[in-house]
């Protein structure tokens, strides 16, 4: 029986959409670009995420290897965390989960600085209970290791938590660590996910 869920943020408490807000900033040519050059490789995951390189580091590193984009780059360095606004749906979801009585966690990719301005901004990190994010401990999803973390700082078992996701092949993460697991698509759909197909209650 599932007693504790565990929502990602990216996507899921806080919106992301960073192709449509840098089009809207820059135009429909230099937006993708922009997007590609900042987050699109593995280097973001590898470094940044993992929390070895800092958002600074990442955008001077780029700006250099992009020198036309070099003025973007660094004036997203400064913005970017803006794009992530919350998301009144999952906020009132995790609310009434939490009324009733089920522990709520959250588990993420994210480098420390903007995490920071988002456990400071987003009221949804008042109502749950703790959790786990990339940079702080040196593991990202969707390897196994993160989720195992996640269930041992919190001595959860794996077959009573269930984890929601915006991104596929964190859901098949999930899923490989034995967590019951859903692909995130609106809060909506995750409610029904919980109570029709796992039985919670509230």
């Not at 989720?147 to 078992?157: D, E, H, M, P, S």
């Amino acid at each position: 029986m599932v007693k504790n869920v565990v929502f990602d943020i990216a996507g899921v408490i806080a919106d992301w959409r960073p192709l449509d807000w840098l089009v809207k900033r820059l135009g429909p040519e230099t937006g993708p670009k922009v997007l590609a050059a900042a987050f699109g490789s593995d280097y973001w995951m590898e470094n940044v995420d993992m929390g070895f390189v800092t958002e600074e580091e990442l955008f001077r590193h780029q700006a250099e290897a992009f020198p036309e984009l070099a003025a973007e780059l660094t004036a997203l360095d400064r913005e970017w965390h803006t794009i992530l606004q919350p998301l009144a749906d999952t906020e009132d979801l995790i609310r009434r989960l939490k009324a009733a009585g089920y522990p709520v966690y959250f588990l993420s990719n994210f480098p420390e600085r903007t995490f920071r301005y988002l456990w400071e901004h987003l009221p949804a990190f008042r109502l749950v209970d703790g959790g786990v994010v990339s940079w702080e401990v040196h593991q990202v999803k969707p390897n196994a290791d993160i989720f195992r973390t996640l269930l041992a700082k919190y001595g959860l078992a794996a077959g009573e938590t269930v984890f929601t996701d915006d991104t596929p092949v964190n859901v098949e993460g999930a899923k490989a660590a034995g967590l019951f697991a859903w692909h995130f698509t609106g809060a909506a759909g995750f409610e029904n996910y919980l109570k029709e197909e796992l039985g919670l209650k509230f």
